[in-house]
């Protein structure tokens, strides 16, 4: 089935206030719709995120986890300088703060390189003449002062990734070594204070061809890290593929290994858990790009790296603004930009496109919508959140939005339709308000979930179909 936007009145009134989130900015209204793509129902909300008359930001990347959203971006200041900034999102959408200066010590140009989220907290990177972190709780507030991730490294080019768990940050950078200008792929594994956890550990270096890049790190069990990177550059003529190592928890490394051979290159690593009949086990999830047709393929490999089934194609593009990102459960959002549009495709475990691609804005735009070549796609469990902008030539205005799962008639969000859901559903009828604020949802998004017959409104015209539709169950 095509996607579609519902009936329903799009443009919600602010949350601030609705969900108890603190200081939030009072000025955002959030858009509120339905959208379905294949079989599957989504609460699509929708927002600006961002918005300067006067000024701009670029260099996004967004990372979710425990049901909410950060945004790591570089912003032009009034003075002309460009700071690394911070902005964090609830669940359904709403600003949990207004934008934070991440360092306001910092140089004119610096740059952001990425961000990261884990509980209630984020992580920033950037590059100001040293590599940068700094960690920050739910509100904005920041644990600690800034702190050089490590002075053993060139900083050149301006690339790198940072992931989090509850105790450690890892820092994966293509770079060159200070002491002998080495080039390639290199960890650093800090705590949330920056305090130093390993050294420098180099992944893949030589001081010549082929060149290492792109390195991506991912979280396994029992503490180790997986680290993944693109070997060979085709465009100077290079052997072009996908290699792997694993960090023990001693620190200790395996042996390179080559995950998908040329000619290929990586675009995203993603390790996802799948529950099995006995106990549940961690898979890497591979996106890898062929060079010559700029093919996008998911394939699944084992923790040593051999390969589970055989590479899945998504998508091809002739161009890099193309974006994956995947879900701890394997699903899979790909963007793309055709016709001046932000176009999704959604894909499940399995790398099966899940009905026709859709427009991501949920109210068409006057103006250009478009991609930046950063990270602007985060899945958090089955929760999809994306950064689209609009441009008209004079000034860039970032949305922020967020496609969440959901089944008609599940109204004590259990995941379930079933007796259960009755009381809940009479609740709903009977008192919107007081149900929302119970079940800590927008008033909008709970009669969407009880609007069984689909009329755009929730009234006693649903309850003969919620009747139906649990007697089919």
């Known amino acids: 089935m095509a996607a579609k936007l519902l009936r329903f009145p799009l443009m919600a009134a602010p949350l601030t206030g609705l969900l108890g989130y603190a200081a939030a900015r009072a000025d955002v209204a959030i858009s509120i719709g339905h959208r379905i793509i294949g079989d599957q129902h989504y609460i699509q909300t929708e927002q600006v995120a961002y918005h300067e008359q006067d000024g701009y930001a670029t260099e996004f990347y967004v990372a ?78 920041p644990l600690g002062p800034s702190f050089i991730i490590t002075e053993e490294l060139v900083n050149y080019p301006v690339e790198g990734r940072v ?101 290929s290159g990586l675009v995203s690593l993603k390790a996802v858990t799948v529950t099995g009949e006995e106990q549940s086990r961690q898979e890497l999830l591979v996106i890898f790009i062929d060079h010559p ?59 099966v496109l899940q009905g026709d691609p859709f427009v991501v804005p949920l ?24 950064v689209w902008h609009e441009w008209d030539n004079s000034w860039i205005r970032m949305h922020l939005s967020s496609l969440r799962p959901f089944t008609p008639g599940d109204m004590n969000r259990d995941g379930l339709v079933n007796n259960f859901d009755i009381d809940a559903f009479v609740f709903a009828l009977s008192n919107l308000p007081g149900y929302a604020a119970a079940y800590n949802i927008p008033e909008d998004a709970a009669a969407i979930i009880g ?9 006693n015209f649903d309850i003969d179909p919620f009747v139906m539709l649990l007697a089919g169950r």
Do not use: K
Not at 370 to 381: G, I
């Open 293 to 351: 047709a700029q093919t996008r393929f998911a394939q699944r490999f084992s923790l040593s790296g051999t390969p589970l089934g055989e590479p899945q194609p998504l998508f091809t593009s002739e161009h890099g603004l193309t974006h994956v990102a995947a879900s701890s459960a394997g699903r899979l959002i790909v963007l793309d930009e055709e016709d001046n549009q932000v176009l999704g495709r959604l894909y499940d475990a399995d790398a």
């Open 64 to 141: 979710a986890h425990a049901g909410a959203a950060t945004l790591g971006f570089r912003r032009t200041l009034p003075t002309g300088e460009r700071h690394p900034h911070l902005a964090q999102f609830a669940g359904w959408g709403a600003p949990l703060h207004d934008f934070v200066d991440v360092e306001p010590l910092a140089g004119a140009f610096s740059h952001t390189v990425d961000a990261a989220r884990f509980s209630e907290h984020s992580c920033v990177m950037w590059v100001d003449l040293w590599r940068f972190a700094r960690v920050f709780d739910a509100l904005g507030q």
């Open 451 to 459: 609007d069984i017959n689909e009329d755009g409104v929730l009234n």
């Open 163 to 263: 992931i989090m768990d509850a105790d450690r940050l890892v820092f994966t950078m293509t770079d060159r070594l200070q002491e002998d200008n080495s080039r390639g792929v290199f960890v650093v594994v800090t705590d949330w204070s920056g305090n130093a956890l390993s050294g420098v550990i180099p992944i893949a270096t030589n001081a010549g061809d082929p060149a290492n890049f792109g390195g991506m790190s991912a979280f396994l069990d029992e503490g180790e890290i997986v680290v993944a990177w693109s070997e060979g550059d085709p465009f100077e003529g290079q052997t072009a593929r996908v290699m792997m190592r694993r960090i023990h928890p001693d620190l200790s490394l395996s042996d390179p290994l080559e995950l998908v051979p040329p000619p």
């Open 363 to 386: 109210i068409p735009t006057a103006y250009s919508a478009f991609l930046q070549p950063m990270r602007p796609a985060a899945f958090d469990d089955d929760t999809l959140w994306i």
